[in-house]
Structure formats: C-alpha cells, structure tokens
C-alpha cells in the first residue's frame, strides 16, 4: 500500500489476509497532529478494457454481483496478478471475459474507484480492431457466469445497472467524440 511521505503511520496491523485483497488497519497522523485510526482494504490493483466495436459500441459483460444484489453490465476487467504488466493483463481479461483480441490498445485513465477505504487502482485501456479469438473458447474463471452486451456510450450512461468503471469508460469515450466532432466543425466554419 501507497503512503504518503508527510503522514506519520504509529501502527499498522494486518486483520484479514485474504487471497484477493487484505484488510489493514493502520493508526496514523496528519501533519496537523490530527490522529486517525482507519481500515483499508489493500488490494493490488485491477484493469479494466473498454472495447470498442467498430460500430462504435461498447462489449460488455452482464454478471451478477451478490453484494449489489443485482445483474450489472460492465467493461471486462479483473485483478493485477503479482508484478504483473497493466498491459498484459488487460489483453488477458479481454481475451478471458469476451472472445476477443484487440490490435490497437490506448491506456484511457487510471482512478481511484474507492478511495475512501480501499487502496485498489483500476487502469483502464480502450482496446479497437476487434477479432474473435481462433477457436473462439471464453476461458473465464470458475466462480464467474456470464453473457454479452453490446451498448452505446450513450446507452450505458442511460443505464441504472452500470458499474462505475463502466460509467466512467463510457463517459470519456462519449466525451472523445464530442470533443472531436466539435473541434472538426469548428475548424470546417
């Protein structure tokens, strides 16, 4: 976990190990004497793709997430393993999670899902040229089921089952075209 040169960490004690992630508690104090105790849950980080078909839809996946209590549509995404490249890792979840390979790969952004109490960064790449894996066999994890959506930028922000991750992707894409659209009609006048 990340900390921040100018916050005095008193103690720190790991309550939980797990094999995703592991609850630390840790007493600390801010520049300002203030002192804190806080749980965070320290996760190694995840990626996220934004795969993007050439009809300018999103490819998505619809699964069910018991602590919503709901079916959400979301971008491909999964856990960095150990040292593992963002890269390499987003091209693994795409493959796993859709069928499909990319040829051109942008990193979009890396954020803080939730920051408030966990150290997890989710990186997040758009991935374009789509092509379906020879042999097309998805080869998601055993404890994941799931099926395929196809939506719009504009769709998925419409959308009341969306995660943010997917929200986000969905909105800085929607954003990439308005800002090229206008900029190409502001330099056609």
């Not at 009809?55 to 491909?76: F, I, K, N, S, T």
């Not at 994941?144 to 922000?157: K, M, S």
Request: hydrophobic share 40%; proline share 5%; glycine share 6%.
């Amino acid at each position: 976990m990340k900390r921040h040169p100018d916050i005095e960490v008193r103690s720190s004690e790991t309550v939980f190990k797990g094999a995703i992630y592991d609850v630390v508690v840790d007493d600390v104090r801010l520049p300002s004497g203030l002192e804190q105790k806080l749980a965070v849950v320290d996760h190694n980080g995840a990626v996220a793709v934004a795969p993007v078909t050439d009809d300018g839809r999103l490819l998505l996946v619809r699964q069910y997430r018991h602590a919503c209590g709901d079916w959400l549509v979301e971008v491909p995404a999964g856990r960095l393993e150990p040292g593992e490249d963002t890269l390499t890792a987003a091209k693994r979840e795409l493959e796993e999670e859709t069928g499909f390979r990319a040829k051109s790969w942008e990193l979009l952004r890396a954020f803080f899902p939730a920051p408030g109490f966990c150290s997890e960064v989710i990186t997040l790449y758009v991935a374009t040229e789509l092509e379906a894996v020879p042999g097309g066999g998805l080869d998601c994890d055993s404890d994941e089921e799931f099926d395929y959506v196809r939506l719009t930028p504009a769709e998925v922000l419409a959308s009341d089952n969306c995660d943010a991750k997917t929200l986000l992707a969905a909105s800085l894409l929607r954003s990439r075209v308005s800002e090229t659209t206008s900029g190409s009609d502001s330099q056609s006048h």
